[in-house]
């Protein structure tokens, strides 16, 4: 979810359904490295491997195949220091329309992998079906119809367990740590609950702004847009469109001349303000704007309505078919629900208090659903918003300095 607010801008000023170019992964570097200090708005013109080569750190390209077919990418950033005591590695999940970029595109000394890879930490950057560099399958093709039908379960039930155990195995450990912004809380607790038994591969698991329980969503956008949903839906069954929004750098382009960073008043910084929560302050002009260079990076239709479904009846279930077809698929009219009692690894929230889109009472009544929290941590910043986790200029002073500290005590390899 953290990227929506793109979606919904992009969809009323593009409509296409048209995949972006294809990412080739042997470009080299177009750029020197520069001052580590800040970033360049050019950077939303880079690949993300491109991003860790220019702020000098190593990194790899991973490639897994999951139980169902999909190829995904990963990225593995190598640490800057190396610790005194080996640490495990750290896994990070982005959020919906989101990709690996989330975590670095704000640089070094700013982005949470940078920082986590200077502690001595291994990253791995997920890049989930369907988004930007993870396009592929073993036998769809990704024009099809069937190559769509997902929600953010079956990234839960399938996407991360192969990912957590090629890491595993890679790193020689038997437990990672887990960080998931937004809808990559969301897969993680779908996992957790279907899976059960990767529950023990997981040391400490962090969720920035949890989108599990949605039931207070304050963004008037997002309201409208929630309202208006079965429309919606019939409108993109009806025009045959099972893909939303995936990269195309024209995106970038566009926004350029929308969202000019000499104006801070611009049209990109209100429409994230009325759909994340407004804090003006603490948003970067140039930042955003790179920021648009990578988001938004694909999702499926269904993802987006699987939101919507746990938004309307407040339940943190399966997707929803209708009656005939729920019996069919899980041979009950209802949906099952997810059961959070058999997540039973521990537990770490960060929420914002001006998130307007994941409310921090929903915030607060998930946290006494879960059966080993550690605690909840409300950002001392009372503007922090919801895309503040991955963009605001304090998001390392308010969360990211707080959340690598908690690693550090749970470090048992």
Not at 278 to 301: R, W
């Amino acid at each position: 979810m953290a990227a929506i607010c793109w979606w919904i801008f992009f969809f009323c000023c593009i409509i296409s359904a048209n995949s972006g170019p294809a990412w080739d992964e042997d470009l080299d570097t177009v750029r020197k490295e520069n001052d580590i200090q800040s970033i360049d708005v050019e950077d939303g013109e880079m690949t993300v491997p491109q991003l860790i080569h220019k702020y000098g750190y190593r990194m790899e390209n991973h490639v897994v195949i999951t139980e169902d077919g999909y190829i995904l990418t990963m990225f593995r950033i190598f640490q800057k220091h190396s610790s005194e005591k080996p640490k495990l590695p750290v896994l990070i999940v982005h959020g919906l329309f989101g990709s690996s970029a989330d975590f670095v595109i704000s640089g070094p000394n700013n982005s949470l992998a940078y920082l986590l890879a200077d502690d001595g930490y291994e990253v791995w950057l997920a890049n989930v079906r369907g988004t930007r560099y993870s396009r592929n399958h073993t036998s769809i093709m990704v024009e099809t119809k069937e190559y769509w039908d997902f929600s953010w379960h079956e990234i839960g039930y399938y996407d991360l367990p192969t990912m957590i155990d090629y890491i595993l195995d890679k790193s020689k450990v038997s437990k990672l740590y887990y960080i998931g912004h937004s809808q990559g809380t969301t897969t993680y607790f779908a996992m957790s609950c279907s899976r059960p038994n990767y529950n023990d591969k997981i040391a400490l698991m962090i969720a920035l702004s949890p989108a599990v329980v949605l039931k207070r969503v304050r963004s008037p956008i997002l309201r409208v847009m929630l309202n208006l949903a079965d429309k919606i839906e019939e409108l993109l069954n009806a025009l045959n469109i099972v893909e939303l929004l995936p990269y195309n750098e024209n995106t970038y382009r566009i926004a350029k001349h929308l969202c000019p960073v000499e104006e801070p008043n611009n049209l990109c910084n209100h429409l994230i303000g009325q759909i994340t929560g407004p804090h003006p302050e603490m948003y970067d002009q140039k930042l955003g704007l790179a920021y648009m260079g990578h988001s938004p990076s694909g999702a499926s239709t269904k993802q987006l309505s699987h939101f919507t479904q746990v938004a309307r009846s407040g339940l943190f279930r399966q997707y929803d078919y209708g009656k005939r077809g729920n019996l069919q698929t899980y041979s009950d009219w209802k949906p099952p629900t997810y059961n959070l009692n058999a997540s039973i690894a521990p537990v770490v929230i960060f929420y914002g208090l001006n998130d307007w889109m994941v409310h921090p009472k929903d915030v607060q009544q998930f946290a006494t659903m879960l059966p080993r929290l550690v605690s909840a941590n409300v950002v001392a910043d009372k503007k922090f918003n919801h895309l503040d986790f991955i963009l605001a200029k304090n998001a390392r002073s308010q969360v990211y300095d707080k959340l690598i500290p908690l690693l550090n005590q749970n470090n048992n390899v």
